[in-house]
């Protein structure tokens, strides 16, 4: 089957686009979908939807402050949204501006640091390479100057809240611009309840870039190129899986950042290799998993690559029928919104 974006598009009200989170970080719904079968459940619900031996494995990423307003030498406004440190003095970013710098002009950002455009990067060149031309590194000028990059659906600049609220309660390895957003449901309650029942936990890191929000520029999604993203998976969360594995567990993926780590490094037999990589890998109907049983993501923009993974993941005409339940039933979409729970397609379940 050759599939467009379009087989990928849906109708979305406007007024499910979630602008601000729910009150309580577990207090989001849950729609739990096992094939055709869809369940309407509550966030806080999921540890009866868990049994002891399972396995979570969570990205630990941490969002930094990577936007940034200022001038270009010209004198023209320009916006710097980053999408990653390379090293303390160089980076990759996208710019807006009415026109692209040249390669070699300079920069101010935030009325404090210059940086200097050195030349196109990327796997369409679109992204732009930056190095300081001052002293000074990055990541404090960061942390010091920039801005909590939100998603461009969600309309109002980043406040107080969203400064604790757009960060899941493990983040701890900085570097993603964007949230691994499955994450944000849990709090410490929720984790301690799943403790005391047997669920384990591991951690791994992929840094989210911003791509993550760049539109699907060709028809066919075969003709698709993802960008690259760094992760790291430790030993630790590799030793859980093989024991979860051999005790009869299931390994559930929070988000889909840590399904495409974990996917990105498993062999045929479904272990997993330990180390740091970097992963385009571009998940589609057809795509055989190896490692991941179960998966907690939010709802997906529409002809976007991440509902093509859950699609993938889940059965195509099971997310459709989902996704159309969702929007009847007024669940809350995007990063600020609801939550599912999807049983990997061919897998039977014996958690519903």
């Known amino acids: 089957m050759s599939l467009t974006v379009d087989d990928f598009d849906f109708s979305l009200p406007p007024e499910l686009i979630a602008q601000h989170p729910a009150p309580e970080r577990s207090g989001s719904r849950l729609l739990h979908v096992c094939g055709d079968r869809k369940f309407d459940r509550r966030f806080d619900q ?40 390379v090293d303390a003095t160089h980076a990759i970013c996208q710019i807006r501006a009415s026109k692209a710098p040249k390669a070699g002009s300079t920069m101010r950002l935030a009325d404090a640091f210059t940086v200097r455009m050195t030349g196109r990067t ?12 001052e002293a000074g590194d990055f990541w404090t000028l960061a942390e010091q100057y920039g801005k909590l990059p939100l998603p461009p659906y969600i309309e109002h600049p980043a ?8 960060q899941t309660i493990y983040a701890r390895q900085p570097g993603a611009v964007a949230a691994p957003t499955a994450g944000l449901h849990f709090d410490e309650a929720m984790l301690a309840a799943l403790r005391a029942q047997g669920v384990n936990t591991a951690f791994l890191t992929l840094h989210v870039g911003a791509g993550t929000y760049r539109p699907m520029r060709v ?8 960008h690259s993203e760094r992760f790291d998976i430790p030993p630790a969360a590799v030793d859980a899986i093989a024991a979860t594995r051999a005790g009869g567990g299931r390994v559930v ?10 996917e990105s490094a498993g ?17 589609t109907p057809g795509y055989r998993f190896k490692v991941v049983d179960r998966l907690i993501t939010n709802f997906h923009l529409p002809k976007s690559t991440l509902l093509m993974l859950v699609s993938a993941f889940a059965g195509y005409d099971n997310i459709r029928s989902a996704y159309a339940h969702a929007v009847a039933e007024r669940y809350r979409f995007f990063s600020y919104g609801d939550a599912m729970l999807l049983e990997r397609t061919g897998r039977p379940s014996d958690a519903i």
Do not use: C, W
């Open 46 to 85: 999921l540890p009866e939807l868990l049994k002891a031996g399972d396995l979570l494995v969570f990205n630990d990423t941490r969002v930094i402050k990577a936007r940034f307003f200022g001038r270009k030498d010209s004198g023209g406004q320009v916006e710097i949204m980053l999408e990653r440190i």
């Open 122 to 133: 990327g796997a369409d060149n679109d992204f732009f390479a930056l190095e300081l031309a």
């Open 159 to 166: 406040e107080g809240a969203d400064e604790t609220r757009y």
């Open 219 to 226: 028809e066919k999604i075969a003709e698709h190129r993802m």
């Open 253 to 262: 993926a929070v988000g889909t950042t840590s399904l495409r780590a974990l």
């Open 267 to 283: 062999n045929e037999d479904g272990t997993v290799r330990a180390g740091s990589a970097e992963t385009s890998i571009f998940i």
